[in-house]
């Protein structure tokens, strides 16, 4: 599964288990780290580690193992690695004190239908 994909699937799963605010920012040509960051947040720490347990679940029935998973005792901020794919899952008020995307201002800022919607034939 190239990144494009790889988003596309991470966004799908966020969106149907009701994440917020789901952001995509390209961040490729800013530096090597990975290729994209999606940034969702829930409105409850149990949320948070749903959202972050599905993602986990659902690539896993794919074959796709995160490379690490950091924040997930706290539940404040959950940071899932999937290479050229890094996922975010904030509660709420923490995303609005760390603003990533403008932290990431310099980066392609996608629209979520960019990746939701099939492309077409």
């Known amino acids: 599964m ?15 288990h009701k ?16 290729d994209y960051f999606v940034i ?5 720490a149990v949320q948070v580690k749903s959202l972050a ?3 986990e679940k659902e690539l896993g029935e794919q074959g796709i193992t995160p490379i690490r998973i950091e924040g997930y005792s706290t539940a ?9 794919v890094i996922v975010h899952v ?4 923490t995303r609005g ?3 990533l995307e403008r932290l990431w201002k310099d980066g392609q800022h996608y629209q979520l ?7 077409p034939a």
Not at 76 to 84: E, M
Not at 90 to 93: L, N, P, Q, R, T
């Open 19 to 34: 994440a917020e605010d789901i952001q995509i920012i390209g961040i490729g040509d800013l530096t090597i780290i990975a």
């Open 53 to 55: 347990d599905y993602l």
């Open 97 to 99: 004190f760390y603003n």
């Open 76 to 84: 404040n901020w959950i940071l899932v690695d999937y290479g050229s």
């Open 2 to 16: 190239d990144s494009k994909d790889l988003v596309r699937f991470i966004v799908g799963s966020l969106d149907r």
């Open 40 to 44: 969702a947040n829930g409105t409850s």
């Open 113 to 119: 239908s960019d990746f939701l919607n099939p492309e």
């Open 90 to 93: 904030f509660y709420k008020e």
